[in-house]
Every structure is written in C-alpha cells, then in structure tokens.
C-alpha cells in the first residue's frame, strides 16, 4: 500500500509539473561599448525589458554591464536583476534610446541634425536592409533633467505634433515605431521586451559625404519631397531676429538683387516639411552662422550655400562648413571689418555679434556661387569641391 501511495504521489507531481505554466526563459545578457557622439559611451544590451512597475530598464547577468557605461546609467535608470524574466506585452527586435536637444520649452534645428538624426540615420538606415515592420526598430527620444542628468518622465517636449523637434525625430524614426519615454509609457502598465538595445548614439564622421548625401534622400524621401527644375536663379537671404543679425538686410537684398532674384527666407513658424519644402526653390542659400542654415543640407544638388561668419567670432562655423561641404557646393565670407560689427553685451568672443554686410564683397562671393552652381549643372558634378 505504501508503495502505491508512493508512486501516486510521483505521479501527481510529474503531472503538477507538466501543467504548471512555463516561465519565460531570460537569456543572460551580452554587452558591447563603443565611442558615442551623445552620450561618450554608446552601449548595446541584449535581452533587456522596461519594466513599467520598476521604472526601469532591467537586464540578467553575472556582471553589472551598466557601470561601464559612465553616463547613459546615470541619464536611464539601467539595472541587474536577478530571477524571473517580466512577461513581455510587447517585443521589438531593436531599440534606440537617445536624448533630445531640448531646453526651456524650446531646442535648436542644428543640434537637433547634428547630435540627433545624423547619428541616428547612421543607426538605423544607413546601408542597412529596410523594411516594413514597425517592430524592427523603436526610437525612444529622451529630455534629461539637466545635461547628462537623470531623465526627465515628466516632460511635456513630446505632446505637440507641430513642434518642430517632434517632427523631425519622428522623421528619422519613419517606417519604424517612435515612442518617447515619458510618464503616458509606464502609466500604461506595459512591459516592453527589446532583443537588442542601444543607449545613446554612436559616433558619426560628419565629412563622409556618402552619409550626408544618403542622410538628406532618406529625410527627402520621408517628407515627400522631390528637387524640381527651375527657370530663373534666385537667392535666399536667411533673416535673423534675436542675435547675430545682418543690420542692413535691405542694402543686402538690393545690392544681390542685380544679379538674381533675391528674397528673405524666414523659418520661424513653418513644419519641417515646409521648410525642406522651400529649399527646392533656391540655387544660393545665404545667411549668418546659426540654426537656420542647416537647411542648406537640403538644397537641390546643384544649390550652393554661403555662411556668412562674424568679425573674430568663435563659433562653430567649422562644424558647419564641414557638413554642408558633403552636400555640394559650399562657400564662406567672413567679416573682416571690426567697424562693422556691433558687439553685443558682455561678448567677449563676439559669438552674438551683429554684422553690417560689405554688399560689394558679398556680391563677389555671391557671383561666385552661382557660377559654381551652374557647372554643377552643367557637369552633373555635384558632389563638394575644395573651395
């Protein structure tokens, strides 16, 4: 009898055993670093879950991989964790966490391209094989708190659509999921799994015109825009209103308006599509160092840029210079006439000087520009010269 009772016993555990609900098997984790753009340390995790009740991205492993990663541990609450993996609600096979320029309720249109979609493109569509599946990728745009602090759950930068940086993360994100980490997420009560994951953004070689030309026919593409022919050549005179102006704009127009067509372009206010929009209409694109002048990335082929930079300023000019450059003709004037500058306040590297044009130089360069503009035509050269 007791033998009996044993091996019924056996068997009612082997049965409990066979009925018991699987638990989700968690592969330890691999992890790999690398030289980022934003933070300095870009780091890929395998196998990662946000947990919604932990408010955290949770990984399993022997070794704690998130203190190798200087900042992103101290912007993304990353952590080790042991026992049961969390039901998954949702399973992506790549996501990409990364901060957004954004400050004061407002960003910048150069940071934004600079330390945001050119890394990003980079990333995610670069030579890489596309496809329809949202789930393939899912970019989640983070606000620190403060500079390479904790992020920010409460943010309101995401919940207005016509907001510029909204618009443009969401670009670089097209075909893929976009999904802002914020409050709404965890409130939602929803793990989401991610069989690879990166934080941060990785290094970009921003003189590699094979990038920057690829970069501007992906956003090209994504907003639906395409460069179209035009007649006349005409000449935009980018309009500034806080810093760094051109005090005699109207002498500036009439002077470039005896060689061609020349308006103010003014982009406060206008969608990103828009914007890229406008850009077919010009051959030359002018103005002062600043935002507004990362818009000549999406001139036509054969569009040239002109930056215009202050007496003795140290701005990043260069930076500028080096990006446009890869897109196609590219040309500088610089101000080399202290009596026309007015500096502003407590500026000692005249960074927000404003600038009193010398027409008859910039007409020269301007000259220039287009004869540049209409080799490029001629040659279907449009790839960048030394100039």
Not at 27 to 32: C, D, H, I, V
Not at 114 to 137: F, G
Not at 334 to 353: G, L, Q
């Amino acid at each position: 009898m007791e033998v009996l009772l044993a091996r019924l016993t056996l068997l009612l555990f082997q049965l409990c055993t066979l009925l018991r609900p699987a638990t989700t098997s968690w592969p330890e984790t691999r992890f790999t670093k690398a030289y980022g753009h934003y933070p300095n340390d870009y780091c890929h995790f395998t196998d990662v879950v946000l947990d919604a009740d932990e408010r955290a991205f949770l990984y399993r492993s022997e070794t704690d991989h998130h203190n190798d990663c200087q900042f992103a541990k101290i912007i993304w609450p990353i952590r080790n964790v042991s026992g049961a993996k969390p039901n998954c609600d949702e399973t992506f096979e790549k996501g990409h966490v990364f901060t957004i320029f954004y400050f004061a309720g407002g960003s910048n249109y150069f940071h934004l391209h600079y330390d945001l979609l050119l890394p990003l493109y980079l990333a995610v569509h670069h030579k890489k094989e596309q496809t329809d599946d949202p789930r393939s990728h899912v970019l989640m745009p983070t606000v620190e708190s403060r500079r390479l602090q904790v992020l920010d759950w409460n943010t309101k930068a995401f919940e207005n659509d016509k907001k510029y940086w909204v618009q443009l993360s969401r670009a670089i994100a097209y075909p893929y999921t976009y999904l802002p980490l914020q409050e709404s997420l965890l409130n939602a009560k929803r793990n989401i799994c991610f069989k690879e994951i990166c934080f941060g953004t990785q290094s970009v070689q921003f003189s590699s015109d094979d990038v920057i030309n690829g970069f501007v026919e992906h956003i090209q593409k994504v907003v639906n825009v395409k460069v179209q022919p035009f007649e006349v050549d005409r000449i935009g005179l980018i309009t500034r209103s806080n810093r760094r102006r051109i005090l005699n704009e109207d002498d500036v127009i009439a002077a470039l308006g005896t060689i061609a067509v020349t308006e103010k372009v003014e982009f406060s206010g206008m969608s990103f599509q828009d914007q890229v929009a406008l850009m077919q209409r010009y051959t030359v694109l002018v103005g002062i160092n600043g935002a507004g002048l990362t818009n000549g990335l999406y001139l036509p082929p054969y569009g040239v840029v002109v930056q215009l930079v202050p007496y003795k300023a140290q701005l990043n000019f260069r930076e500028f210079g080096v990006m446009l450059k890869c897109r196609g003709p590219y040309l500088e004037w610089h101000n080399t006439h202290e009596n026309m500058t007015r500096v502003a306040p407590h500026d000692k590297y005249n960074n927000n000087a404003d600038t009193i044009v010398h027409t008859e130089e910039l007409k020269k360069v301007m000259l220039e520009a287009l004869e540049l503009s209409k080799t490029a035509r001629e040659t279907k050269n449009f790839v960048h010269q030394e100039l």
